[in-house]
């Protein structure tokens, strides 16, 4: 995870500048749960998250957190429903399914849910049984994430997950049987050992699960990490360029054969009322309110993030004071930027206008997007070398 800038210093009660303020409403508005806890850390991951600490203290500390962002967001007298949350980790479903529907409810009493809103929780897929995945759809769960990553046992193994293949697909047809609008499996190729058949058979195998929605990442080495270290010292290989890309264009074409359609470089859909519409609110810089450690948030150009430890995040909302750790408005120029990086990401493309006529006109003419209607959007050989053509439009 890059660190987060320095920013400015942000305001004890959490106060929005009065620009955001007055923009409160105009954008959906979206609120990540960020809850920190895993039973063990896998060797890739470099996420805020910690394998011990007080679950009950998190919990009381980010009900404290939601009634202060109704504080701050109503404080303009606009009251936008939440159109979507995303409990994301860490492990969320460590928490019980009574927290979560704490969590949940506290969020509709002082926020208020949208009636159609979508509401995600990410899970690993030990982590989860058929009766808690029942008790998370009872408290308004819509759609469940599981980070099943491979189906084959030593690709697990490398990764450092602790479930098997069968639970993790297991999971899958659960959430299914417990009624879920939206069910999601979260894949990675490239790791060490893995060949072009593991890769394929994981996608077949989620998808024959009855996955309607697939996020699909390239390993990365983290810094830190122990995978990082491993591959610093020989012991792996790091991951290739080329078996990325052709590992990408692969699952582009089997998923797309199955019927998921590409609709943000990493992810697919069944259609597009599967489509992740809180992950869609980030790409489209809308609005959101990240609660909990390291948690950030944006508002209109105004972003701010969270102290990371748990216990640092708790002692500032005990105290009254708002978790934020900085905060930066962003100019217009730094604006433009941070949409043409996310929104070429989406495969409803990027406004033309946004971006210099002549490195347009040099991306289609080398293949790597189209402009249609006004809108540029990739290629599969755009979708492969993606951060070259985001340095090439910066
Ligand atoms: C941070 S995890 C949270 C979900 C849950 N704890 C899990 O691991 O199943 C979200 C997803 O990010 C992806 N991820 C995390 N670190 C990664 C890395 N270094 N390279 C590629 N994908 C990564 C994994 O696919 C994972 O499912
Ligand atoms: S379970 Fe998920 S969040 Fe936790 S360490 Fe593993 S990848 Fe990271």
Do not use: K
């Amino acid at each position: 995870m890059p660190q987060p800038p320095d920013g400015q210093p942000a305001p004890p009660d959490g106060a929005l500048p009065a620009s955001a303020l007055a923009a409160v409403g105009a954008r959906p508005l979206g609120v990540y749960v960020h809850v920190p806890f895993c039973l063990s850390r896998c060797g890739y991951c470099d996420f805020n998250t910690y394998t011990s600490g007080d679950r009950g203290a998190y919990v009381a500390a980010a009900l404290a957190e939601i009634d202060l962002a109704a504080r701050v967001l109503h404080a303009g007298g606009r009251r936008p429903p939440v159109a979507t949350v995303f409990l994301g980790g860490g492990t969320p479903t460590l928490l019980a399914p009574e927290q979560i529907g704490a969590l949940l409810a506290r969020i509709d009493a002082r926020l208020g849910l949208a009636a159609d809103a979508e509401i995600t929780v990410e899970a690993n897929p030990d982590s989860v049984d058929a009766a808690a995945l029942e008790a998370l759809r009872a408290a308004g769960v819509t759609r469940m994430s599981f980070g099943v990553q491979s189906v084959r046992e030593h690709v697990l193994a490398a990764l450092e997950r602790s479930h098997g293949p069968r639970r993790a697909l297991a999971a899958i047809r659960e959430a299914r049987a417990a009624g879920f609008h939206g069910v999601s499996a979260d894949l990675i190729y490239g790791t060490p050992g893995e060949d072009d058949g593991d890769w394929r058979a994981s996608l077949e195998a989620v998808l024959e699960a009855g996955a309607d929605h697939v996020s699909a990442y390239a390993l990365t080495v983290e810094p830190g990490t122990r995978l990082h270290a491993q591959v610093r010292r020989g012991e792996r290989p790091a991951p290739d360029p080329d078996t990325l890309a052709d590992r990408y264009a692969a699952a582009d074409a089997l998923l797309a054969e199955a019927g998921l359609a590409w609709y943000e470089l990493s992810n697919w859909a069944r259609d597009p009322g599967h489509r992740c519409r809180h992950n869609l609110g980030y790409w489209r810089s809308h609005d959101w309110w990240g609660i909990g450690p390291g948690a950030h948030s944006h508002v209109a150009g105004t972003r701010w993030w969270n102290v990371a430890h748990p216990a640092r995040y708790a002692a500032a909302l005990a105290a009254g004071r708002s978790p934020a750790r900085a905060r930066e408005t962003l100019d217009a120029r730094t604006r433009r930027l941070e949409r043409v990086m996310l929104e070429v990401r989406l495969a409803e493309g990027l406004d033309r206008d946004l971006c210099d006529p002549a490195a347009l006109e040099r991306l289609a003419a080398g293949g790597l997007l189209r402009v249609d209607d006004g809108r540029a959007v990739l290629t599969l050989r755009g979708r492969q070398v993606a951060d070259a053509v985001v340095r090439a439009l910066a």
